[in-house]
C-alpha cells in the first residue's frame, strides 16, 4: 500500500505564505489526478484545489482563486500549493488526495479521490 505525506504546515501571519508538498511513495502517481482539501475545526472537508495528471488542467475553489497555486513535478512524485495572501479563515488542517480515474468534470468530489495523505495543519493568525 502505497502513501500520500504531506509537510509544510506551520503558523503565519495574515498576509503571508506557504508552501506545502505531498510526496507519494509510487511511481504510479505520476497518472493519478491529485487535488488538495481542507478541512476546519467542527467544519466539513471542503475542496481547495486539484491537478489532472499531466499538469494540464487545473480547478480551484472561488475561495482561493488568484492566492493559491497547484502544481505537480512528476519526476518527483510530488504535488505542490502555494498558498499566498493568507487569511485567517484558510485555517485548517490541508489534505492531499490521489485520483486513480480519469480526470471528471467535478474534481471537487470527495468521492473520486481514494488515497489521502495524513494532513498538515495551516494556522493563519490575524
Known amino acids: 500500500q502505497w502513501q500520500l505525506v504531506e509537510s509544510g504546515g506551520g503558523l503565519v501571519q495574515a498576509g503571508g505564505s506557504l508552501r506545502l508538498s505531498c510526496a507519494a511513495s509510487?511511481?504510479?502517481?505520476?497518472?493519478?489526478?491529485s487535488a488538495w482539501f481542507r478541512q476546519a475545526p467542527g467544519k466539513e472537508r471542503e475542496f481547495v484545489a486539484a491537478?489532472?495528471?499531466?499538469?494540464?488542467?487545473?480547478d480551484y475553489a472561488d475561495s482561493v482563486k488568484g492566492r493559491f497555486t497547484i502544481s505537480k513535478d512528476n519526476s518527483k512524485n510530488t504535488v505542490y500549493l502555494q498558498m499566498n495572501s493568507l487569511k485567517p479563515e484558510d485555517t485548517a488542517v490541508y489534505y492531499c488526495?490521489?485520483?486513480?480515474?480519469?480526470?471528471?468534470?467535478?474534481?471537487?468530489?470527495?468521492?473520486?479521490?481514494?488515497?489521502w495523505g495524513q494532513g498538515t495543519q495551516v494556522t493563519v493568525s490575524s
Open positions: 491537478i489532472r495528471w499531466n499538469g494540464g488542467t487545473t
Open positions: 509510487t511511481r504510479t502517481f505520476v497518472t493519478y489526478n
Open positions: 488526495a490521489a485520483d486513480t480515474t480519469p480526470w471528471s468534470n467535478t474534481p471537487d468530489s470527495l468521492d473520486h479521490y481514494n488515497y
